[in-house]
């Protein structure tokens, strides 16, 4: 990291002398020229940095200067006077996704207290984080849990079948459970009409690379088997999009 800092710091400043002449569109364009097939760029704005501009492209955020003569890939941005980290405030603006446009008909639903709470979880039934946070979710009061089953093959090749077994149950919920957190493997055919295919394409669409995912009713996507008390502070302090 710290030979990786002393590259970065005289290019930054270097690209910072540079006048700022360009716009969001003439960097994108030149951007592409130069990799008109590795990276598919889905925007390009302005920072508050001078001459840099913030690239999402793949579901990730990098920085370039206004020739798109350099291009620094998965960086950080910081805000030194404030402390905080823009690149994180970018990235959840970014990769957020609208709630109410999610076809919730696809997953199955569970109901906990008065299930006034909404979340979403994108997960793959044999994901040892996904079981993670499952012990997690058991704690939630006052929510609707909605789970779309996301097998990801590359990584589980029997998880799709899984799937489609769980949703071709009587009972969704009890043959999740059973799976993820009794370890006993759904019985049912996976011949009845199911989702699974279709939730794979809705979480390629929305470029969900890892299970578990949240998504909450603000539309904020947050990856990973994060703690109870992060899954109950976001759900208390999320309001829907308008």
């Not at 998504?215 to 999320?238: C, H, M, N, W, Y």
Request: overall charge positive.
């Amino acid at each position: 990291m710290r030979t990786l800092s002393l590259f970065l710091i005289p290019a930054m400043l270097a690209l910072l002398g540079q006048s700022a002449f360009a716009d969001e569109a003439s960097v994108k364009a030149a951007l592409q020229k130069k990799y008109p097939n590795q990276i598919q760029i889905e925007s390009v704005t302005k920072t508050p940095l001078a001459g840099i501009y913030e690239v999402y492209a793949d579901g990730q955020i990098h920085y370039t200067d206004e020739k798109a003569s350099f291009l620094f890939l998965n960086a950080t941005m910081v805000d030194t006077e404030k402390k905080t980290n823009l690149t994180e405030e970018r990235m959840s603006k970014l990769s957020a996704i609208n709630f109410d446009q999610l076809p919730l008909n696809l997953a199955f639903k569970r109901v906990k207290g008065n299930g006034s709470r909404r979340l979403v979880v994108f997960s793959d039934p044999d994901c040892p984080f996904c079981k993670r946070v499952e012990g997690d979710l058991a704690k939630l009061d006052n929510v609707t849990i909605y789970t779309f089953l996301y097998p990801i093959d590359s990584l589980h090749p029997q998880a799709r079948d899984k799937a489609k077994r769980i949703w071709c149950s009587s009972d969704r919920v009890k043959a999740w459970d059973d799976a993820l957190v009794r370890g006993v493997s759904p019985s049912a055919s996976p011949a009845c009409d199911n989702p699974v295919d279709r939730t794979v394409e809705l979480g390629n669409k929305y470029k969900v690379t890892g299970t578990p995912t949240l998504v909450f009713a603000d539309g904020t996507r947050i990856p990973g088997a994060i703690p109870f008390e992060q899954i109950e502070q976001k759900l208390a302090s999320a309001r829907p999009v308008k």
